[in-house]
C-alpha cells in the first residue's frame, strides 16, 4: 500500500523543518516528488525514501577530491 504523508508527517520523518520540506519540493535540481490536492502538499512515502536515499551523504574517502581540483584546474587553464 503507498502512503501519502502531508508535510507535517515528512518532516517528522524525516526530521527536518517545514522550511526545508519545502525547499527540497521546490528545489529546481531534482526536486523531491509532491502533489497539491485541495491545497495541502502530499509526498508519497516510497518516493521521499527514494529520494533521500539518492541524496545520501557519502564519506570523504569515496569522493576523489584529487581529482577534483585537477579537472578545474585543467577547465581554467583551458579558459572553460
Known amino acids: 500500500m503507498d502512503i501519502s504523508?502531508?508535510?507535517?508527517?515528512?518532516?517528522q520523518y524525516a526530521a527536518v523543518s517545514n522550511r526545508t520540506i519545502r525547499a527540497w519540493i521546490h528545489s529546481s535540481v531534482d526536486p523531491l516528488p509532491a502533489?497539491?490536492?485541495?491545497g495541502k502538499l502530499l509526498v508519497r512515502?516510497?518516493?521521499?525514501?527514494?529520494?533521500?536515499?539518492?541524496?545520501?551523504?557519502?564519506?570523504?574517502?569515496a569522493i576523489d577530491l584529487d581529482g577534483i581540483v585537477r579537472g578545474v584546474l585543467q577547465g581554467l587553464a583551458h579558459g572553460s
Do not use: K
Not at 502533489?35 to 485541495?38: I, M
Not at 512515502?45 to 564519506?59: F, K, M, Q, T, Y
Open 35 to 38: 502533489v497539491r490536492v485541495r
Open 5 to 11: 504523508l502531508g508535510l507535517r508527517e515528512v518532516t
Open 45 to 61: 512515502r516510497a518516493e521521499l525514501d527514494a529520494w533521500l536515499g539518492r541524496h545520501r551523504v557519502r564519506p570523504l574517502g
